[in-house]
């Protein structure tokens, strides 16, 4: 019999975001501290997919972003590739600010990757992320090199830190910025192949907010190899 918790359930639409990145970048670290509000005490390297589940409210709509966030180690991953991205709804890039290879050749293998498997900007909503900011080491990536290079992708772009708690919102800002994105698309859930195209990104940008029209909503997690 029906009931209105299993109703809501059944409406809720379900996007698959993929965050992309070279191994020790902190893509574990930015989905839990997305999912839970809090960074996470120990991290080992992720071996396999580590999949997490937020769910959230945008613009009275009730959503899932699934955040796969996969080993960085071609090792890892070379088997699981076509897994990886089928059905992929958004792109999270992410490279360390304080590691130039991170940044470039690495985000080149990655967008390469994506482009491969028929994924682009032009398809679904992507961003590049710097993470690790509450370092700043010398001879890091210029904020402004990265939002060139951003921009010339046709992508937004940010810099946060997933371990400073005084930037958590800069963290709910990157996902929040897709959730609109996906939001805002015609049809259901898990649409790659949709007539329908993402708003286009407005260029190169460094907002860091706090979109104050979405909810948030208790996590969940489980760990996939």
């Known amino acids: ?35 839970s509000g809090s960074f996470p005490d120990g991290v080992d390297s ?34 699981m590739i076509s897994h990886y991205y089928r059905n992929a709804n958004a792109v999270v890039f992410v490279y360390d600010i304080n590691c130039k290879n991170s940044f470039t050749p690495g985000l080149d293998k990655w967008i390469a990757e994506c482009e491969a498997q028929g994924l682009t900007p032009s398809k679904i909503p992507m961003v590049v992320l710097g993470n690790k900011a509450d370092i700043q080491k010398s001879g890091c990536v210029p904020t402004l090199v990265a939002q060139r290079y951003a921009d010339e992708r046709g992508m937004p772009h940010f810099e946060t830190s997933a371990k400073d708690d005084s930037k958590s919102d800069h963290v709910d800002a990157v996902f929040m910025t897709l959730a609109h994105k996906l939001k805002h698309y015609r049809s259901g859930a898990m649409f790659l192949n949709s007539s329908s195209s993402p708003e286009k990104a407005t260029g190169s940008v460094r907002i860091l907010y706090q979109n104050k029209s979405i909810q948030e909503e208790p996590y969940n997690c489980c760990y996939i190899i």
């Open 46 to 79: 992720t071996i396999g997919v580590d999949f997490r589940e937020k769910n959230l409210t945008v613009d009275g709509e009730d959503i899932r972003l699934q955040l796969w966030d996969t080993a960085g180690q071609e090792r890892f991953r070379r088997s």
């Open 1 to 35: 019999m029906s009931t209105p918790a299993l109703d809501q359930k059944l409406k809720r639409r379900t996007f698959k975001v993929i965050v992309l990145g070279d191994a020790g970048v902190g893509k574990t670290c930015l989905t839990f501290r997305f999912c």
